[in-house]
């Protein structure tokens, strides 16, 4: 088998339709590890949301990072230590908040909670809406309640800038967000099938899931070349069009079955099963160029 190192979102890849890992996945997963595939988490999720899925796993290690908050942070596994982080620059991040919030939407400020023992910053410039409510009451993070973001002289360097935005409005949101913030912000609208909610969210122009990846290689002396990348959103095709093998979940949106090379039409558990076993073919590498 050429690949080493298998990458893997959370939600919508590693998790069904119940928002947990079955035990056909699990199995599927250690599998592939035995058989010498690294594996690492690659999610939208900060840490201590990702962490009941990596146990689930039960992965004997040696234990790869996680990819974090849509490649903003990555993680050691085991304790959470940060290793690597791209934040929002202050005045970027205080501007998109801002905007947010003269949209009508409540921003969300998700920091480091490993060097600053906090996870959100929840400012209440807009309206609070119950999702936002919701969200926080389903994750054992530590929220601080603030006024406006740029009011905040303690504020740390933002990881990520959301808030929650009614499925209907989300795209528009976004679409009128990316033309202000070109060039500064990764933006997208994105579906949390965790919390029931959509979210429009801002991450730094230097963070994406693939040049977090990267990192990992490096750590790992690989290259893209011997990577697979699973995922089923937008937030994912970087990585699914760096990787060697970028791979897309069934319902998977057209803009990442475009980026992939494979098109996964049955299950992840059987998918893994046969690539571990050597019977996955690419069917769309001729089609672009791979980055490495």
């Known amino acids: 088998m050429k690949y080493t190192l298998l990458a893997l979102d ?25 058989a010498g595939l690294a594996v ?10 990702t962490l009941p899925t990596w146990r689930a796993l039960g992965l004997t290690g040696p234990h790869q990072p996680m990819v974090l908050i849509g490649g903003a942070l990555v993680s050691e596994a085991d304790t959470g230590r940060t290793l690597y982080h791209k934040p929002i620059a202050r005045e970027v991040a205080v501007a998109f908040a801002d905007a947010l919030g003269r949209a009508g939407y409540s921003p969300m400020a998700i920091v480091d909670s490993w060097r600053h023992g906090v996870d959100y910053f929840l400012s209440e410039c807009g309206d609070v809406h119950a999702a936002q409510r ?3 009451s389903k994750m054992n993070v530590t929220v601080r309640t603030v006024g406006r973001l740029g009011d905040v002289a303690d504020l740390p360097p933002p990881l990520r800038i959301s808030a929650v935005v009614p499925p209907d409005a989300a795209p528009s949101l976004a679409e009128r967000l990316k033309q202000q913030f070109d060039g500064m912000l990764n933006i997208h609208p994105i579906e949390a099938p965790n919390y029931n909610v959509t979210i429009v969210e801002a991450l730094s122009a230097r963070a994406d899931k693939f040049t977090a990846l990267r990192y990992i290689a490096q750590g790992m002396r690989i290259g893209a070349g011997q990577i697979v990348a699973v995922g089923d959103d937008v937030n994912d095709i970087t990585m699914v069009r760096g990787a060697a093998l970028g791979v897309a979940m069934p319902h998977s949106p057209q803009p990442l079955q475009d980026a992939a090379d494979y098109q996964i039409t049955t299950s992840l558990a059987e998918f893994i099963t046969a690539l571990v076993e050597g019977h996955v073919r690419s069917t769309n590498l001729e089609s672009r160029n791979k980055s490495e």
């Open 10 to 34: 959370v939600d919508g890849t590693l998790h069904g339709p119940d928002h947990t890992v079955s035990d056909e996945t699990a199995r599927a997963v250690r599998a592939a590890e035995a």
């Open 40 to 49: 690492c988490l690659a999610t939208g999720r900060s840490y201590i949301e």
């Open 134 to 136: 919701q969200w926080f």
